[in-house]
């Protein structure tokens, strides 16, 4: 099978903080750019993070910039998404993705978690 399978979503405070993980199978992941989205209710799907298959740059959306930490462990063929200080606004399923040729038209969506931020 091949998949991405996110998980690590869930229920905080404002303030607290989120791991998220997505396990690639049936693929190396390590070979793709990966990059982590998010949608809100009533709003389109927008970019959060971003991490290239070359040399490693990373990016980050201006809400997120100095709060969240994308990053990838080849040997688990996993990515992450370490979100600290989060904020209400921050609630949203997230999905994670990887692409050949990079995030934006990718080969493979994940399923999506829902993290959800209280006041």
């Known amino acids: 099978d091949v998949q991405l399978q996110a998980s690590g979503g869930g229920l905080v405070q404002a303030g607290e903080s989120l791991r998220l993980s997505c396990a690639a199978s049936g693929f190396t992941l390590g070979d793709r750019a990966v990059g982590w989205f998010r949608q809100a209710p009533r709003k389109e799907r927008e970019g959060v993070s971003i991490?290239?298959?070359?040399?490693?740059?990373?990016y980050y959306a201006d809400s997120v910039t100095g709060r969240f930490t994308i990053s990838r462990d080849n040997a688990k063929n996993t990515v992450y998404l370490q979100m600290n200080g989060l904020k209400p606004e921050d609630t949203a399923v997230y999905y994670c993705a990887a692409g050949l040729n990079g995030v934006l038209v990718p080969d493979y969506w994940g399923q999506g978690t829902q993290v959800t931020v209280g006041t």
């Open positions: 991490l290239t298959e070359n040399d490693g740059r990373t």
